[in-house]
């Protein structure tokens, strides 16, 4: 199995440009989520959806975008990229319990889309 | 909200020796409690969770942590390290209730010596 997998890996940007970060997974997760990280800061989440056609905001969500259409993705849009939104980005999703539905949040990782914005 | 404290930003232990790294939580109830740990250039791994029930976990390459509810903290533990725990480790609690947003703590960056 492939897991989550980002695309890119890697981007620069310029100021003022929008780009689109890809995110799938394969594992049927219904919870998918987006979370940067910066040096000192730890991950912080940017938005999140428990299922195709719900998302919901973050601690961070400004300046992003996102849809679900179907489980398996979930892409980040930058509207306008800002030299503040230079991070690595990171996709992950989680399954929900079987007997409860709840998420577990155990959370499956993606190799992360280093951007640069200029 | 709910928090995680990780007050040690970057521990070096010799290779064979014991190892503790430490997290506080700030949670209204009992939390649920995660170490994920994160590789040069990945992504993050799930190391354990703790959920309810026994207070130390067992989790993955012979980590396990110990829920303290008496002192808020979640600490991780591992007898004998190895060069290749070399890595970044995070704390996670949810933000509110269930775990759709969870929050990480800053990370404790790990160095190996032989």
């Known amino acids: 199995n492939a897991g989550v997998t980002q695309t890119p890996k890697f981007q620069v940007l310029k100021t003022g440009q929008s780009m689109t970060l890809q995110c799938a997974q394969d594992?049927?997760?219904?919870?998918m989520s987006w979370y940067r990280q910066d040096p000192g800061m730890g991950l912080r989440l940017i938005h999140y959806?428990?299922?195709?056609?719900?998302?919901d905001q973050g601690e961070v969500p400004n300046g992003y975008n996102v849809s679900r259409s179907t489980t398996e993705d979930f892409p980040l849009r930058l509207l306008s990229a800002a030299p503040s939104q230079t991070s690595v980005y990171f996709c992950?999703?989680?399954?929900?319990?079987?007997?409860?539905?709840?998420?577990?949040?155990?959370?499956?990782f993606g190799e992360g889309s280093r951007l640069t914005v200029l | 909200a709910q928090s995680v404290t990780q007050p040690d930003i970057h521990i070096t232990v010799s290779e064979g020796a014991s190892l503790e790294l430490r997290c506080n939580y700030s949670y209204g109830a009992t939390p649920y409690l995660f170490w994920y740990v994160q590789s040069p250039g990945q992504g993050l791994q799930l190391l354990l969770k703790y959920f309810s029930g026994d207070t130390l976990v067992q989790g993955i390459k012979g980590f396990e942590a110990e829920f303290k509810r008496s002192q808020s903290s979640f600490n991780l533990r591992k007898p004998s390290v190895h060069w290749s725990d070399a890595a970044e480790y995070f704390c996670?609690?949810?933000?509110?209730?269930?775990?759709?947003?969870?929050?990480f703590g800053t990370g404790t960056r790990l160095t190996i010596i032989p």
């Open positions: 996670a609690v949810p933000r509110g209730f269930g775990n759709e947003k969870l929050t």
């Open positions: 959806s428990v299922g195709a056609g719900i998302t």
């Open positions: 594992m049927n997760h219904e919870y």
């Open positions: 992950a999703s989680s399954p929900s319990d079987t007997s409860g539905g709840w998420i577990t949040g155990e959370l499956f």
